[in-house]
């Protein structure tokens, strides 16, 4: 190790105060903002973050000296075993005193604290001041004690993910990994691993719907009518009970005798049943009642159920509703991948659902994930990853979807106990609920510039590093500032860069097959306002009409090419992250 660079002159708590030569001698590695210092302290080496560099005048007036002081946040020990070999360890057990020599942390002691042995590590990029040096994290205490991802949008955030979720897979086959993608980014960047789920093939049932969610989806999002509540409430245990009496076979003429109205089932117990059965049940009291009031009650309601049962943009839910069937055990292993045949990541794409559905949808995956884990007793772990989290777990109890905030508030409260972890991304911290990312151990946060995004990052930030936390807002594309339980020490860092083609890119929703030179303008629009009134299916609606190519003009193109070409790129650069 080179010779010291200063002295310590003060300590105080977890900080300590060092005095360094002003004007820095030479032009080697300089003792400034963001650099690590080790620190002579008897047998232990202290590690410490130089987080404020100032001057002060020297004792000789007459010289004109100044010398700089630096200010230190002391974060760790490097200590010797009784094998000979040194290791790192977080905290400090002894401080050092007045007149201690201070060090520039040499590279080997930063290969020892961000290289860790024994442990199982992922390596997501390299420390920002020594690109030489890896930046390992332990995977185990990121996952198991849930993770959190910040940062504002056009910082790399969704390349930092895929950089995250890439090396998860590689370290921990064991671990399943489920990713929300609002807006159709990561379909193609994990390859062939990844399970990608869409409106077009997603099927979830609306039986598997809890009551609140469910009616959350028949009135769009809007307060529900006392009235009608009350007649679901009642009606639906009836509906499933009804659905059990049928034979399991395809005659369905055949009745058991057991009285469908005396029903053990509640209305969120998740169990199928027929929609027509609801409806004729409805249909059958209405037409016991006398009251035209009352009636009309259940006509709205019947007319609301009908209505979105038509609606081609709720496939999803209602496809089979009059065919019935308890998919509930195909759809658990094809959505969480406890059958993983290669693919152990799910990437749920929700861009292209109806917006009024979006939130109870991610309610019942939230649910889903977590009660699996509960009732197989955490059997098969599953990372629970949601973006643009702000979304669904507003910190204003009065916006959003109240249950889908309680779903994902249980993963994070009660989660690891059953093998079910979760993984935050947001670019508005600040908006979402506190006692959410409270439970999340490990934070990397990424350029903010938001002065409530930085109050609530350092209200989280419980660390002696949290001095790193004033870098944030001058962080550049791709660089992050890492804390807790994940990272062997708070460190500034860049993830590393992924490959062209798994970088997330958002997808467009328009019909990307259709050629400029077989379609024009408003063929194109045409099918672009079939696609969003629903009446077209994607499959249909990338076909493109046959015909004969048609001749190019005098410059050489072919009519039409020069506003289709317009048209892609500024579809592109709206995509463009």
């Known amino acids: ?32 903002v963001g650099r690590f210092l080790a ?12 987080t404020e560099v100032s001057t002060r005048p020297s004792a000789s007036e007459a010289a004109r000296e100044h010398r700089a002081v630096a200010r230190v946040a002391l974060m760790g020990e490097i200590v010797s075993n009784a094998n000979g070999s040194q290791s790192f360890r977080r905290g400090v057990s002894d401080y050092p005193a007045i007149g201690d020599a201070a060090h520039l942390i040499s590279r080997e002691h930063l290969r020892l604290i961000y290289t860790p042995t024994g442990q199982r590590t992922i390596n997501i990029g390299h420390l920002n001041h020594d690109s030489s040096i890896s930046a390992h994290i332990d995977v185990d205490s990121l996952i198991s004690k849930h993770f959190a991802i910040l940062g504002s949008t056009g910082v790399g955030k969704s390349s930092g993910v895929t950089v995250i979720l890439q090396e998860i897979l590689n370290a921990r086959p064991d671990v399943r990994i489920f990713l929300l993608d609002g807006h159709n980014e990561y379909g193609r960047s994990f390859g062939e691993r990844a399970n990608v789920i869409s409106p077009r093939n997603l099927k979830l049932p609306f039986w598997l719907f809890s009551f609140e969610e469910l009616t959350d989806v028949i009135y ?29 076979a395809t005659d369905r003429l055949g009745f058991k005798k057991s009285n469908p109205k005396r029903t053990s089932y509640t209305v969120d117990t998740p169990v199928p049943y027929l929609l027509q059965d609801l409806l004729a049940l409805i249909d059958d009291r209405m037409g016991k009642l006398e009251n035209r009031s009352s009636r009309m009650s259940y006509h709205r309601l019947m007319t609301r159920i009908e209505t979105i049962k038509n609606d081609p943009r709720y496939a999803f839910m209602f496809e089979n509703a009059s065919v019935g069937g308890d998919t509930m055990v195909g759809l658990l292993t094809h959505l969480f991948r406890l059958e993983p045949d290669g693919k152990p990541i799910s990437v749920m794409q929700l861009a292209g659902l109806p917006v009024e559905v979006v939130d109870a949808v991610v309610c019942v995956l939230c649910r889903l994930a977590f009660d699996f884990g509960l ?20 910190a204003d109890h009065s916006l959003g979807f109240g249950p889908t905030r309680r779903a994902l508030a249980r993963i994070a409260k009660e989660g690891r106990k059953y093998g079910v972890f979760l993984g935050l991304v947001t670019q508005r911290p600040a908006e979402l609920d506190p006692t959410i990312i409270s439970q999340c151990s490990t934070l990397l946060a990424m350029r903010m510039a938001n002065d409530h995004d930085q109050a609530l990052l350092r209200s989280a930030v419980a660390d002696a590093g949290a001095n790193l936390l004033d870098f944030v807002p001058s962080l550049g594309t791709g660089e992050v500032v890492g804390f807790g339980e994940g990272m062997p020490m ?64 005098s410059s050489g193109e072919l009519p039409g090419s020069g506003v289709s070409r317009l048209l892609e790129d500024a579809r592109l650069q709206i995509l463009k992250r």
């Open 490 to 553: 708070p460190a500034r860092l860049t993830f590393r860069r992924l490959e062209e083609t798994a970088v997330p890119r958002s997808e467009s929703t328009a019909p990307s097959a259709i050629d400029a030179e077989v379609a024009t303008q408003r063929e194109f629009i045409t099918t672009v306002v079939a696609r969003w009134r629903g009446t077209v299916k994607d499959e249909e609606a990338n076909v493109a009409p046959v015909r004969e190519p048609p001749a190019p003009d």
């Open 1 to 32: 190790m080179a010779g010291p660079v200063g002295h310590v002159l003060s300590v105080r708590g977890s900080e300590a105060q060092i005095d360094l030569p002003a004007p820095w001698p030479d032009k080697g590695a300089r003792a400034t």
């Open 39 to 50: 620190i002579d302290a008897g047998p232990l080496s202290l590690i410490g973050m130089i």
């Open 220 to 248: 769009g999002g809007r307060p529900a009518v006392a009235e009608e509540l009350e007649i679901l409430s009642e009606l639906i245990p009836i509906a499933k009970s009804t659905y059990l009496q049928y034979k399991p």
């Open 375 to 394: 009732w197989s007793d955490g059997a098969m772990p599953l990372l629970f990853v949601c973006e643009e989290a702000h979304r669904y777990a507003a």
